[in-house]
C-alpha cells in the first residue's frame, strides 16, 4: 500500500523561501512519478509541478522560476524548493503518486495522496 507523508510547511512572508519534503513508502520509485499539487480554501486542487523516474519534470506554466521539484529515488523521498513566495501560494500542499513516466498536472491521473502541510505566505 502506498503511503506518503509530507513534512515543511509553515509561515513565510512574502519573498521568503520553503522547502516541502515528502517521503514514500509501499512501492518502488523506478516505477511511480510524483508530483505536488496545493488547494487553497474555496479553490480547486491544482498541480504545481510533476516529476518522473528519470528526473525529468513538468511544471504549471505560472510557478517556472519560482519553484523546483526533484526527488531521490535511493531515499523515496520528493522535494519541492519554494523560492519568492507570494500570498497567492497559501495552500495545502500535497504530494501524489502514479505508476508509469507520464507526468500531468491533472488530479486525476494520480491515485496516491499524502495527507498535506499547509503553507501560508503573508504581506
Known amino acids: 500500500q502506498v503511503h506518503l507523508v509530507e513534512s515543511g510547511g509553515g509561515s513565510v512572508q512574502a519573498g521568503g523561501s520553503l522547502s516541502l519534503s515528502c517521503v514514500g513508502s509501499?512501492?518502488?520509485?523506478?516505477?511511480?512519478?510524483m508530483a505536488w499539487f496545493r488547494q487553497a480554501p474555496g479553490k480547486e486542487r491544482e498541480g504545481v509541478a510533476a516529476?518522473?523516474?528519470?528526473?525529468?519534470?513538468n511544471y504549471a506554466d505560472s510557478l517556472k522560476g519560482r519553484f523546483t521539484i526533484s526527488r531521490d529515488r535511493a531515499k523515496n523521498t520528493l522535494a519541492l524548493q519554494m523560492n519568492s513566495l507570494k500570498p497567492e501560494d497559501t495552500a495545502m500542499y500535497y504530494c501524489?503518486?502514479?505508476?508509469?513516466?507520464?507526468?500531468?498536472?491533472?488530479?486525476?491521473?494520480?491515485?496516491?495522496w499524502g495527507q498535506g502541510t499547509q503553507v501560508t505566505v503573508s504581506s
Open positions: 509501499g512501492y518502488s520509485a523506478s516505477n511511480y512519478s
Open positions: 516529476i518522473d523516474t528519470n528526473g525529468g519534470a
Open positions: 501524489a503518486a502514479k505508476f508509469g513516466n507520464y507526468i500531468p498536472l491533472q488530479r486525476q491521473y494520480y491515485d496516491n
